[in-house]
């Protein structure tokens, strides 16, 4: 039989199905470096999260792929894909078919068949006439079970869904555009370092060649220096291809085609200094932040209302058609008031023979309940694993370039020796190219290990799921403001949950409740409406997602001179003695 009772059916305001309550999750109350230093646990501020690298060059690019990247509009455009939708879907509320009509018609009745034939010649019965109609009629199925407002609530859990992937395409953007940046200083510095060596060898080798002329050394020290010399030069095509990669997935993520960008990013500079603390929050602020996480938990929510739905088709579907009309036989009388007819009845249609078919159907929707709320559990999981891996490869990193720089400067001083001791004869050519070939490996390591610090907070700030709330629901993306819908049709936005303090022993959440997963949305995912731009030309731009005006930001739309770009990367050496 039936899944909801009398009681229950009453209870949830005429709607069958469960009540959907959003269930909790169970995390941890720390992450697990929260002790070491430099990692806080206080409320993470993570709207502007990429301004901490104090980098005015990251801060505009950000900014231009917040306006013109592609996949974020198409994203943006999907959210008002699943508006529409709901616009769609709350026009089930009222009369599903209407109709007006009018009509003529003349009838003419045949003379030769039954029963007419026997008086067609006495002209009592008049064979033909005229029949004039004009009226409106509609069929009204009523929401008794609550079928359409289930729809309803799965419509607009679906676009709250939508709203989430479009804040974690944003969120994906930022942390895609900061990492490439990043990643092309890190080759900056690599390439400037790879030139200086380049530099210092050739040094070396006019060295190597002059004692060679003065009859000191072999040939063999010139040839040493001529390898290491071509090995050390066969580095900066590499790296050349490398900065090249990075500036054309930076032009794809502007939304333009590949081209020189060194207008907007400047000369090579170096990799911008991390902060030396990070606020990470509690492990318990990831379901209240992340989209991902979010966007699961509304797809439950729709889920939910979907067993609803189906749960409707087992019970008898009540209409009501009504029809008002005027008929005459002339048109003349059209509009007397004898001639107005009208007809109300009820219907009742119940596939009371599928009851088998739609049992199952009602078991389906059920089961994808089931595999959607072990997604949402997953995606709390992944997004603690995602933020814990985060952070300890931040902390390692550090380490690790600290070792590497103790192990530059110590290189540096040797080759300073070497080179000392070879024009003094004191040791041979080969100790210079180790010493100069392990600074060669040395500096690259510790340019690389810088970068992967910066690139490696980026990261942990992607996987604390920031970058969204400066305006959760501003501007995604952009189109014509004629096409922008107007406020009346903008669904509520929820509010950002307010973080709640999590208790000393238990986990902030409890467990998911093994039985029933039901009910009404959480006082902090309270609706509030969101606002859209009107009453300018067609020809302007207007926000696709509307939301909260923000302080405008001077570099908006501007160009770096290269002057304002960071000076060039010349490495700590000391000054080779003259041969």
Known sequence: GCQTSLRQWVAQGFKVGPEYTRPAVEVADQWRDHQEPGIRTDEPELSQWWTVFNDPVLVQLVETAQRQNLPLRIAGLRVLEARYQLGVVRGYLGPQEQMLFGLYKRNAMSKTALPFSRFAHTGLIPLSFDEWDIGGQLAWELDF??????????????????????????????????????????????LALAEKNVQLQRDTLRIARARFEQGIVSELDVQQAQAALANTESMIPMLKTLRRVSENRLCTLLGMPPQDISQLVGPPGKIPPVPPEVVVGIPADLVRRRPDVRRAERLLAAQSARIGIAESELYPHIAITGQLAFQAEEFSYLFDGRS?????????????????????????????????????????????????????????????????????????????????QYQQGVIDFQRVLDSQRGLVQQQDALAESRGKVATNLVTIYKA????????????????PA??????????????????????????????????????????????????????????????????????????????FPPEAAPAEVVPNLPELPKP
Request: net charge neutral.
């Open 340 to 420: 107005f007819a009208g007809m109300i009845s009820p219907g009742i249609r119940w596939n009371i023979l599928h009851y088998g078919r739609l049992l199952n159907a009602v078991r389906v929707e059920d089961t994808r309940f089931r595999q959607a709320l072990l997604g949402y559990q997953e995606a709390v999981l992944r997004a603690c694993e995602e933020a814990e891996g985060a952070i300890t490869a931040f902390l390692q990193e550090q380490v690790r370039v600290r070792a590497l720089a103790r192990a530059t400067e110590a290189v540096e001083k040797a080759v300073q020796l070497a080179l000392l």
């Open 464 to 479: 604390l799921g920031g970058g969204w709330q400066g305006g959760a629901g501003m501007v995604l993306t952009e189109m």
């Open 482 to 559: 004629s096409e922008t819908p107007p406020a009346s049709e903008s669904p509520p936005e929820p509010e950002k949950p307010k973080a709640e303090k999590p208790p000393t022993e238990k986990a902030p959440l409890e467990k998911i409740p093994s039985e029933k997963i039901p009910s009404e949305k959480p006082s902090s995912e309270k609706a509030s409406p969101e606002k859209t731009s009107s009453g300018k030309a067609s020809s302007e731009k207007a926000p696709l997602i509307p939301g909260p005006e923000k302080t405008p930001n001077p570099l908006r739309g501007k160009m």
């Open 145 to 190: 079970w609550g079928r359409f407002r289930r729809m309803i609530e799965s419509a607009e859990a679906n676009l709250e869904a939508e709203q989430e992937a479009c804040r974690a395409a944003l969120i994906l953007l930022q942390a895609e555009t900061a990492t490439t940046y990043l990643q092309l200083r890190m080759v900056d510095e690599r």
